[in-house]
């Protein structure tokens, strides 16, 4: 025989064996019992469940010959026909491909003949979501009224989809996000079964990886026990098959980005892309890890609230000590719109590597949060006494204090044509910038003129490295072009400590009307 999927091999042959649904299997096991059998449901819940799984259980209670506390005997022929799939009274649609009139307007006209055995036909819609609102329309009046050996179960991800005149007319079912202790434990029944070593802490990162769908955990388990076939299942294995990361990751790269160390968060970055990692999981895992993070220093129970070892909380408590909330906030929001933005991006890294940019350095946003964390920054510079404050109160005379008048830089006589075009347009330039990173870079370029070419000078190391880069001065140069219709030479520098640009450079706004966003260092 073939071998078969642990999520099939393993599906529950009765309601006693469903996990994770108690008061669903609850409320139909009593209706059976009772006889207070309903014409219509409607399962909503998102995929691995167990809608289906429980409408196949329900359809073959509802039938069988020897049913025992509202579950079905398993035994006589009625179940083995519906287990095997091969019964008449049991039928399932899949609404993803089936979702047109024609096909809903089959099941009202079969819906008029009788059952060949057992009591009711059961129609099983999945996805039913997906039919049109013909569709839709076309099964109304018999999901109304049914004749009375006819039960319909609608089974659907997206509820939100489903037409107020179809819902009014079931009852209706919400399948919860089953636990990951839940899910843990039933992998362990079935790992024992099956005769795999598996380390404890590799199950709950599997159940954790499932969020909450025992389908999938099931097949991400079948996954790691293929690729370690007779080995021990441990936790780094499960890491390694999954693609993610250990959590002892996310908290060096969470003290990297309070650090604002971007050099050492990137080079983290690439360390994770050469292991093969994959990025999408690693950026919802990063956002739940700060979200536990959060929990940690928001509630004085923590242990109760995140699921993680005792050592790692030891941890958490510590970071969270080191970063404010609203920072820890900030940081949340951007990584929670990036895991949109990556879905479907071919690049992937460089949306990655700007976040973490901009979560070290909140000058580059606007928002609330953003000139909070940019508050904190400057307050910390304070404190460490790096810039000096006098009170109006403590000024002495101004006859007796030293001052230093320095000049700023001169202004040249001329411009060459194509220089000022460029300055002229600077900001449509960078905006003009197709690649993010690049883009978000040059906006803290200030422009100006070295002898007779364009001189973007920086303050970031960062940025001016991979503005330098060649394949970056050509999309730069290409853009400039673009815009001004002609491309020119451009030199990049950094602006050496303790120097001011307009002291060391010819400002060139004073000269020429232009509009430059200048990011603050």
Not at 8 to 14: D, E, G, V
Not at 246 to 260: C, F, G, N, P, W
Not at 420 to 445: F, H, Y
Request: hydrophobic content about 40%; aromatic content about 6%; charged content about 30%.
């Amino acid at each position: 025989m073939s071998y078969q999927a642990l999520y099939r091999k393993f599906r529950p042959a009765n309601f006693d064996d469903v996990k994770g649904q108690d008061a669903i299997v609850r409320t139909l096991k009593n209706q059976i019992m009772q006889d207070r059998i309903g014409h219509a449901y409607l399962f909503c819940g998102t995929r691995g469940t167990g809608k289906t799984t429980i409408a196949k259980l329900f359809a073959k209670t509802v039938n069988c010959e020897h049913p025992n506390d509202g579950s079905p005997c398993g035994e006589c022929d009625t179940c083995r026909n519906i287990a095997a799939g091969v019964s008449m009274n049991v039928i399932e649609i899949d609404a993803a491909s089936n979702n047109g009139v024609d096909n809903i307007r089959e099941i009202v006209d079969e819906v008029s003949y009788s059952p060949t055995e057992g009591r009711y036909k059961v129609y099983i819609i999945d996805e039913v979501h997906m039919l049109s609102i013909g569709a839709f329309n076309a099964l109304l009046k018999t999901l109304e009224e049914p004749p009375s050996y006819v039960i319909f179960i609608l089974a659907t991800t997206e509820v939100h989809k489903i037409p107020i005149t179809i819902l009014s007319r079931c009852q209706r079912y919400d399948f919860k996000r089953i636990t990951i202790d839940t899910i843990a434990d039933r992998m362990r029944e079935l790992t024992e079964i099956e005769g795999v070593k598996v380390e404890e802490k590799a199950l709950r990162f599997i159940a954790k990886c499932a969020d909450g769908s025992m389908r999938d955990a099931l097949s991400l388990l079948d996954q790691c026990i293929a690729f370690y076939l007779g080995q021990e299942l441990t936790y780094d294995h499960a890491l390694e098959v999954l693609g993610a990361v250990d959590t002892e990751v996310y908290s060096h790269m969470l003290r990297k980005i309070i650090a604002q160390d971007i050099i050492g968060a990137i080079h983290m970055l690439e360390e994770l892309v050469m292991k093969g990692r994959e990025l999408s999981q690693f950026v919802s895992d990063f956002t739940w890890y700060m979200r536990n993070l959060l929990l940690v220093k928001s509630s004085r129970h923590a242990d109760d609230i995140v699921d993680v070892s005792t050592e790692n909380l030891l941890r958490m408590k510590e970071e969270a000590k080191m970063v404010e909330t609203d920072t820890l906030m900030r940081y949340i929001r951007i990584f929670s719109e990036l895991s949109g933005q990556i879905r479907f991006s071919t690049q992937k890294r460089v949306l990655i590597e700007m976040a973490v940019i901009k979560l070290c350095r909140p000058a580059m946003e606007s928002e609330l949060d953003a000139l909070l964390d940019r508050v904190r920054v400057l307050e910390e510079t304070l404190a460490n006494g790096n810039i000096a404050v006098i009170s109006d109160e403590k000024m002495p005379a101004a006859e007796h204090i030293p001052m230093e008048r320095k000049e700023k830089a001169p202004l040249p006589a001329a411009i060459p044509q194509d220089v000022e075009n460029a300055v002229r347009n600077w900001k449509r330039i960078v905006g003009s910038v197709e690649d993010g990173l690049l883009k978000s870079m040059l906006k803290g370029a200030r422009p100006t003129l070295n002898a007779d070419h364009l001189l973007l000078v920086f303050t970031d190391t960062l940025a001016k490295t991979k503005i330098s880069a060649p394949e970056s001065l050509n999309i730069l140069k290409k853009t400039i072009g673009d815009v001004t219709g002609k491309e020119i030479e451009v030199e990049v520098r950094m602006l050496e400590d303790g120097k001011v640009f307009h002291e060391t450079y010819p400002d060139l706004s004073q000269l020429i009307n232009m509009e430059i966003e200048i990011e603050e260092s």
